[in-house]
């Protein structure tokens, strides 16, 4: 009986110092989330007058945020979180007399450059194309990479050669040769310059050919299918939209239309929400009243938050406002390619909690509801599938902190400890962009991007290594004989202001036909680092030296009106506040100084008349 009683003791003993323990860890938890919660910091005193905007001597830089922290931290307007400096490391040699003298050159040539030249486009045929261009269409099962494989036909004794071009013929038609010799591909100066020729010459063929083509619009596409399913969208905002977005731009600055647009993005009550199941990081898909359509980023990380230099690009955590800073940087520049978007402050449980669908991923709003009905009964008969259907509404909760969480499902970052929470309680930040309408209803192109980074931790990407990536890859490839190479590289400015590396794919309406520009979406990964400047973002620029010289006008003006003032001036219209932290526009300014030396680079190696390309965009 007595070793009966010791026991219990004993037993209880044990329970009253685990029940202790885990009082003291939860009072600490909570007194500390409430003691970060009540620190303030008023960043509106300490942001900079426009007067010493510039002086990049002069500015403390501020502080960056680890990331585990960054995804912890409660208040969205402070600044001064962590107290460690970080500041630049990779600086560029800047000289400002070198980019006016740029402008000075280039405006000497603006007659020569705008002039249409008649040139013959027999001057270089495609022979020469298929004579330097890489065989890497096939590939052998032996194969363990996509290695380019050239054959030499041009050296060595009569039955070798004969045997190489054997081989290649053999190649070209599908069918394995008997013995292949690979050699080092080699692009002398005068194949390089006879291939800018050419394409400089396809590039003015093309503006010939659509410079007097009228401009199409999304709402005399969609008008018959608006008209017979959804008549009375034809009276709404959304519709008034459409009209002005066509083939060369996304919307127009400052037309009235924009601006009620952006308004009912930040007004307008949400009647549901939608998780898209596309991409690796949480999206919501918001239906709006008015017809609109609406995605969501959410508020992730304070602004101040750096991505760490040891963090790859491809795992890095989105930003509203990154992508809030990439639609005014985009109407500043002309480019009028992102969809517009708004920064907005939700009320997780009436906004979102309250909407959300239980099963709607990739699915028409009209039938989700028939077809959810149908997977509840299945769910209630057969649990296990139910791990493979997404339910928004399931995945809420409350935090520890009394927040009002979300966790979603997606592959990165979509966990209860990397939860999109309130901050605080039911308050959350985000940026809403217009939804474009989407197939079947409008055809879009998805292109391969030719400079797409590895997305490996061990493996580098083929341009990174080989000089003449450009002639070999892109220069031969007939996709990029109109406005798409020019495009690309105007999408390399961009992401270069931006500093944005995750640019896999590029996208465009097909609906539009060939004489479409790309549409810059998914930025939210930009603005990462203030402190260095990503070179190989400009690497299409360097190697393949071509340059939109409507895009140079735009970028010569923004310079001398000084990019960050205006990116600065502009961002004050949002609703919320400091989108960018100065660290960020003073990056920018000095970024632009480095896209202008880059510029001069090539036309020191070639010429302005061979750079500078006006194609009638």
Request: hydrophobic residues 35%; neutral net charge; contains cysteine.
């Amino acid at each position: 009986m007595r070793q009966i009683r010791l026991r219990i003791r004993y037993y209880l003993i044990i329970i009253l110092t685990i029940l202790s323990l885990i009082m003291f860890s939860t009072f600490y938890t909570i007194l500390h989330k409430t003691n970060e919660i009540e620190q303030k910091s008023d960043i509106f005193e300490k942001w900079p007058s426009e007067k010493n905007l510039y002086h990049h001597q002069n500015i403390e830089q501020q502080q960056h945020i680890p990331f585990w922290q960054a995804l912890d931290a409660q208040n969205i307007y402070d600044v001064n979180y962590m107290p460690t400096n970080h500041r630049m490391k990779n600086k560029f040699p800047i000289n400002v007399e070198i980019i006016e003298n740029l402008f000075q050159l280039v405006d000497s040539y603006k007659l020569e450059i705008i002039t249409d030249k008649q040139l013959n486009i027999n001057e270089f045929d495609r022979v020469f194309i298929k004579r330097t261009t890489t065989v890497n269409n096939k590939k052998y099962s032996n194969q363990k990479e996509d290695k380019e494989i050239v054959f030499d036909v041009n050296n060595g004794d009569d039955d070798t050669n004969k045997k190489q071009q054997k081989d290649v013929d053999d190649f070209q038609s599908g069918e394995k040769p008997s013995k292949m010799i690979p050699i080092e591909k080699v692009i002398d100066e005068n194949d390089k310059q006879q291939l800018r020729k050419y394409i400089i010459n396809m590039l003015w063929k093309w503006k010939r050919k659509y410079r007097e083509m009228k401009q199409i619009n999304l709402a005399e596409l969609l008008y018959e299918h608006i008209e017979r399913d959804e008549p009375l969208k034809l009276n709404t905002t959304w519709f008034e939209y459409l009209k002005t977005v066509t083939n060369l731009h996304l919307y127009n600055t400052d037309s009235q239309v924009l601006k009620h647009l952006l308004d009912q993005l930040l007004n307008n009550d949400v009647i549901q929400a939608n998780e898209l199941a596309q991409g690796t990081q949480i999206k919501l898909v918001l239906q709006l009243s008015d017809g609109i359509e609406g995605l969501l980023k959410p508020y992730r990380v304070p602004r101040n938050y750096q991505t760490l230099p040891d963090h790859y690009y491809f795992s890095d955590i989105e930003r509203h406002h990154a992508e809030i800073a990439s639609f005014h940087l985009d109407r500043i520049i002309g480019f009028n390619r992102v969809p517009p978007l708004i920064g907005r402050i939700l009320n997780i449980t009436g906004d979102l909690r309250e909407h959300a669908t239980r099963f709607c991923s990739n699915i028409v709003s009209s039938k989700c509801e028939k077809i959810y009905n149908i997977v509840e009964y299945i769910l209630s008969n057969v649990v296990i599938f139910e791990q493979y259907l997404p339910e928004l509404a399931k995945t809420f909760f409350i935090s520890p902190a009394n927040n009002t969480c979300f966790r979603g499902h997606c592959s990165y970052y979509c966990d209860t400890a990397h939860a999109v929470c309130g901050r605080p309680r039911d308050y959350l930040e985000g940026s809403i962009q217009i939804l474009l309408p989407r197939p079947p209803v409008i055809e879009w192109q998805k292109i391969t991007h030719p400079y797409r980074r590895s997305y490996s931790a061990v493996r580098k990407a083929k341009w990174e290594s080989n000089v003449n990536y450009c002639y070999d890859k892109v220069f031969t490839d007939d996709r990029y004989h109109n406005r798409l190479i020019l495009d690309m590289i105007d999408l390399a400015v961009f992401d270069f202001l931006i500093g944005n590396l995750d640019r896999h794919h590029m996208m465009k309406i097909s609906s539009f036909g060939l004489n479409s520009a790309l549409i810059h979406l998914d930025n939210g990964r930009s603005f990462g680092r203030y402190d260095h400047d990503e070179l190989t973002i400009l690497t299409p620029i360097r190697q393949c030296c071509l340059f939109r010289y409507s895009t140079f006008q735009r970028l010569k003006t923004v310079y001398k009106e000084r990019l960050s003032l205006l990116l600065y001036q502009s961002l004050k219209t949002e609703r919320l506040k400091t989108i960018l932290i100065n660290e960020h526009l003073v990056a920018v300014d000095r970024r632009l100084d480095i896209l202008f030396h880059v510029l001069n680079d090539c036309i020191k190696q070639h010429s302005v008349v061979d750079v500078l390309v006006d194609d009638g965009i």
